[in-house]
């Protein structure tokens, strides 16, 4: 089974990997986890004093903050992982990545606002979840 597992580097993502890595046979014995970070885009204006490739470096420094002690983690656990990262709307690049990664299962944390915080604010978890054609696991 392959699982993505979405990553903002939050301490709900801390719960979320902890589960995952408890869990270790949510995806089987040869199974893979997809670790996914979004990068919020930069404003069409920013990018164009800054430069694409500035504001490519500079995604890629922040996802790898996030990504790398999750793989780090992860091998130390003995499960085998891949690392991604995506600039754009969060809950979209989560359904998107997963729909080609062919994933099987979506499990991220939620910082669980309740249901007049998701009126509110918005949450990425709950359009993950309208969105997404596959389970979505959510760790609270």
Not at 84 to 104: D, L, M
Request: hydrophobic fraction near 45%; charged fraction near 25%; include cysteine.
């Amino acid at each position: 089974m392959r699982i993505l597992f979405a990553a903002d580097g939050s301490k709900y993502t801390k719960k979320a990997l902890a589960f995952l890595a408890n869990h270790e046979s949510l995806a089987g014995e040869d199974g893979e986890v997809v670790v996914l970070n979004v990068q919020p885009q930069m404003p069409p204006r920013v990018r164009s004093m800054v430069g694409a490739d500035a504001v490519a470096s500079y995604h890629e420094e922040e996802a790898a903050k996030v990504l790398d002690p999750i793989r780090k983690f992860l091998e130390r656990k003995g499960i085998h992982a891949r690392c991604e990262w995506k600039s754009g709307e969060v809950a979209a690049q989560i359904v998107a990545t997963a729909t080609r990664t062919r994933s099987h299962m979506i499990v991220m944390g939620t910082h669980g606002y309740g249901v007049l915080g998701r009126a509110v604010m918005g949450s990425v978890a709950t359009r993950v979840l309208a969105e997404a054609e596959i389970p979505v696991l959510l760790v609270r």
